[in-house]
């Protein structure tokens, strides 16, 4: 047997500091939300830097000639905001013991609670030293944990081989196997859903003058402009402030435009609400959405109901509308489980933490039972929904 080959771990202080061959070598195009593009976007737009809490940390794996052979986009955190999977009450803990919870080490994607890699490599020997040099890093830093959300099948289970503890939580997303376009969503309902979304999708529709969908050299700066009003009028309602600058949105239209969906509502002659998506291999994913004028079901029909058309048209298996909403069951997106990973050093926090985890996944398991049962879809013969399978 071949001895296996030493492996050096680095750590970026940018995206950008690996070159973009090495990176699109190992991401890919499969998964938006870990490309270069989007996260050197983040970084050099002024978003997710040490300034704003987001300090980058990224782990590269390289062989004994240099070359890049696996990668972990990872954020040394100052706090937990931006991360859609929430561990106050954990830092609350952390407070009681003594414990200094901030820094803390998060192998995420800034502000996108959407499924990606977190460990970017093919080699289960690479996969494994990367995980363990996450750790690695906490330790000798001195810092309190490591987490790594929104995770992969794949990923959960090396991050699992390794110890850390496995939280669960739920999203909604729709599969087009229940639907290739909204119509074809809608003859898949009962009647009285069908007869409510067709009025609301009718209603939406007649309120505004065009909807459209814009991509690549549609996105001008003018467009992102009325759409950056949208998400500061969201992001300040939900968040206080919001998270990405204008910049972000110039420069992720200018390097990966293609891969982008801004569904765009007009009336009286101006933009007034807007959806940003993003495509995925097989996935569209569902980002932000605002508005500067208040129109009855105007945020379902650009959110879900265009997504649905949207993603039927370009061939996707599935789309992820992003964190909450349990609103989405109605319109067919189905209660799904998403998996984060979590080590911590102190061992009673540790051990307190692990307690809370399996008590909160059979909450999960129990929730995702009842929305499955409030699906709107028509039921089969034996009780179950039509269009499963």
């Known amino acids: 047997m071949a001895e296996a080959r030493p492996l050096r771990i680095r750590v970026l202080g940018r995206a950008a500091d690996l070159p973009a061959e090495a990176w699109e070598r190992l991401a890919g195009r499969d998964h938006p939300f870990t490309s270069l593009a989007f996260l050197s976007a983040l970084e050099d737009s002024g978003s997710a830097v040490a300034r704003t809490g987001w300090q980058p940390v990224h782990l590269v794996a390289e062989d004994p000639e240099g070359t890049a052979v696996g990668l972990m986009p990872a954020y040394a955190k100052a706090h937990s905001q ?70 992969l099948a794949q990923d959960a289970a090396d991050f699992a081989a390794q110890g850390w503890l496995e939280r669960h939580d739920l999203q909604f997303h729709f599969d087009t196997r229940d639907g290739r376009s909204f119509s074809d969503f809608l003859s898949r309902l009962s009647s009285r859903k069908r007869k409510e979304l067709r009025r609301e999708r009718e209603q939406a529709l007649a309120a505004v003058d065009e909807v459209r969908w814009l991509t690549g050299a549609d996105l001008t700066e003018d467009v ?42 007009r009336r009286a002659g101006r933009w007034v609400a807007g959806a940003l998506h993003f495509v995925g291999a097989d996935c569209l994913y569902g980002r932000y959405w605002g508005a500067i004028e208040d129109i009855p079901f105007l945020h379902f029909e650009l959110c879900y109901h265009q997504a649905i058309d949207a993603a039927g048209q370009l061939g996707l298996k599935r789309i992820e509308a992003g964190a909450q909403g349990p609103h989405k069951v109605k319109r067919g997106y189905r209660p799904v489980v998403t998996r984060s990973m979590h080590w911590l050093v102190d ?29 709107p879809f028509r039921r089969g013969p034996g009780g179950a929904p039509d269009g499963e399978g």
Not at 91 to 118: E, H, I, W
Not at 255 to 262: C, E, N, T, V, Y
Not at 352 to 373: G, I, K, S
């Open 347 to 375: 061992l009673r926090l540790r051990s307190a933490v692990a307690d809370f985890l399996e008590r909160e996944r059979a909450a999960v398991a129990q929730e995702v039972a009842l929305f499955e049962a409030d699906l």
């Open 82 to 151: 931006g991360e859609y999977v929430f561990d106050h009450g954990w830092a609350d803990a952390a407070l009681r013991l003594g414990l200094r919870y901030y820094p803390k080490l998060q192998c995420a994607t800034p502000f996108t609670p959407a499924s990606s890699p977190r460990i970017v490599a093919k080699d289960p020997a690479v996969r494994q030293a990367l995980v363990a040099a996450a750790r690695t890093l906490v330790e000798r830093q001195g810092w309190s944990s490591a987490h790594a959300t929104f995770l």
């Open 224 to 265: 992102w402009d009325h759409f950056f009003a949208f998400y500061q009028d969201t992001g300040g309602r939900k968040w206080g402030r919001p998270y990405l600058t204008r910049a972000f949105f110039s420069l992720v239209g200018e390097r990966m435009g293609d891969r982008i969906l801004l569904v765009m509502a």
